[in-house]
């Protein structure tokens, strides 16, 4: 079986220094948001930049964005203190909780506040069902994505089919990056996201270059809690203003940008809301259904 992991491991900085005013709670020296590169890396770097440089005027603290190059990547990262907030997936979130006491405070909401995982294949393959995947060559994300691997898990082993018996297992890193190995004909199959339960809002629709590509959908999960925004809870515990004004900047980073589309690699597309830990107990059931040891 092959592994590919493909990502970066990227700091993007915004380096001039402002000093917070007005408020009377102790104020941090700067601000580390970390992210996963999870559709395109480059409009995530961008995005990155323009959002740090947005947050930092708001809040007169220096604002550093984290890319990182998987999900593992990102919990260590919490866990070590070099990011004080970060965008999980639902199930990175799980583990982040157990391992690096993150608390959530947001989530994103692309179409609707749930979101689904679907296995997909080109129609031209033939492939009908998931257990013709036996002996095929498919394409997953990162072992700690929800709706790129651990939610397709369950529904695999209850066909009765794990990793060996494909024919190879690609880990792309991301989903567009997933995509086009479906369209290079590298894979016979892909695990991705999709915003709605049509798969209108699929992957493939977002990050398909070959317009023309028609696919067909194998399998698709119960609705998914969308991802989730947290702090680390040493921070929060230290700078409980700051971890606020910081909630409804991002907020109205969205909701007052006329084009949608500017954070969306970071942020979504719609909305930001306020979520609970026990919004994603779904999660932690699919984590132990899997018996997934909550380990970086």
């Not at 990182?68 to 203190?81: C, D, P, Q």
């Not at 700690?144 to 990793?163: I, W």
């Not at 991301?174 to 016979?188: C, M, T, W, Y």
Request: positive net charge.
């Amino acid at each position: 079986m092959k592994r590919l992991i493909l990502g970066l491991l990227t700091l993007l900085s915004i380096s001039t220094a402002f000093a917070a005013e007005g408020t009377s709670e102790a104020v941090p020296p700067s601000i580390t948001i970390g992210v996963i590169p999870g559709g395109n890396p480059e409009n995530l770097r961008e995005q990155g930049l323009a959002l740090a440089k947005e947050l930092q005027a708001k809040l007169n603290i220096p604002v550093n964005i984290y890319v990182s190059k998987n999900y593992v990547g990102l919990i260590e990262a919490m866990k070590t203190k070099k990011v004080d907030f970060a965008f999980f997936s639902s199930s990175t979130y799980v583990f982040a909780e157990q391992q690096a006491q993150a608390k959530v405070l947001l989530k994103k909401v692309w179409h609707e506040p749930y979101y689904y995982s679907m296995i997909i294949t080109p129609q031209r393959s033939g492939i009908k069902s998931l257990k013709a995947l036996k002996g095929k060559k498919v394409a997953f994300v990162d072992d700690k994505s929800s709706s790129g691997y651990l939610y397709p898990q369950v529904a695999l082993r209850k066909e009765g089919l794990s990793d060996t018996d494909f024919k190879e297992v690609v880990f792309t890193g991301n989903h567009q990056a997933s995509i086009q190995f479906l369209e290079a004909k590298k894979v016979d199959a892909a695990a991705v996201f999709s915003d709605d339960e049509k798969g209108t809002q699929g992957a493939w629709e977002k990050f398909g270059t070959d317009k023309k590509a028609k696919y067909r959908i194998l399998w698709k999960s119960a609705p998914i809690p969308n991802d989730p925004f947290c702090v680390r809870q040493d921070f929060y515990d230290a700078y409980p203003k700051t971890t606020h004004t910081l909630m409804f900047a991002l907020i109205d980073a969205l909701e007052q940008n006329r084009n949608k589309d500017t954070y969306s690699e970071i942020l979504g597309s719609r909305d930001l809301m306020p979520a609970t830990s026990k919004q994603y107990d779904p999660v932690r059931e699919m984590v132990k259904a899997l018996n997934i040891e909550l380990k970086p």
